[in-house]
């Protein structure tokens, strides 16, 4: 198992540097892509795509007014980044070489959703992993093909509880 996204597994972290352009706005780190996703304001969902640092990405966006649909799209929002970011040849053969370890965001910062905290206030909280769950998921897709991944996602019990029916809503 990848349980932190860290020295070598950095990449595997949104905060990473994987700079992308999607309808003419270059996203420095699926970071700022998320974030951005999150408000109905073009203004500051333009701050943000921008940012500098995907922490200032992340800080905007923690005041942004957030699109009433967010819950419903956010895990596809997050999908379409982190395909984004693996479409680059050299980020894509970093994943692949993960090989078939799970992986999994291990943090000390509370996120039980995306990832799984490991602090002592958390140590009796399963976390869901959304971010460990994609990642794998589009690996099998970049080894195997567009589609190979959802099948084996279905039949996880993690899915199963989380009741997001799909990782395709369109929401742009
Ligand atoms: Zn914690």
């Avoid at 921008?50 to 419903?72: F, N, Q, S, V, Y």
């Avoid at 996120?111 to 869901?128: A, F, H, L, S, Y």
Wanted: proline content about 5%.
């Amino acid at each position: 198992m990848i349980a932190m996204f860290d020295g070598k597994y950095a990449f595997l972290s949104n905060f990473y540097p994987s700079p992308f352009t999607v309808d003419g706005i270059t996203y420095p780190t699926v970071e700022n892509w998320f974030q951005a996703w999150k408000c109905k304001d073009p203004v500051q969902f333009k701050a943000i795509a921008t940012a500098k640092t995907p922490g200032e990405a992340k800080r905007i966006g923690r005041h942004c007014a957030l699109r009433p649909d967010w819950e419903r799209i956010k895990t596809s929002v997050m999908y379409d980044g982190l395909k984004h970011k693996f479409s680059d040849p050299t980020l894509k053969q970093m994943l692949l070489d993960t090989g078939d370890e799970e992986l999994v965001e291990g943090n000390t910062w509370h996120d039980n959703t995306w990832g799984n905290c490991v602090c002592p206030k958390c140590t009796d909280i399963q976390g869901r992993n959304m971010l460990g769950i994609i990642l794998m998921d589009i690996r099998k897709e970049l080894r195997y093909g567009y589609g190979a991944a959802t099948a084996g996602t279905k039949t996880s019990d993690n899915d199963k509880k989380t009741s997001e029916p799909t990782f395709k809503l369109s929401y742009k």
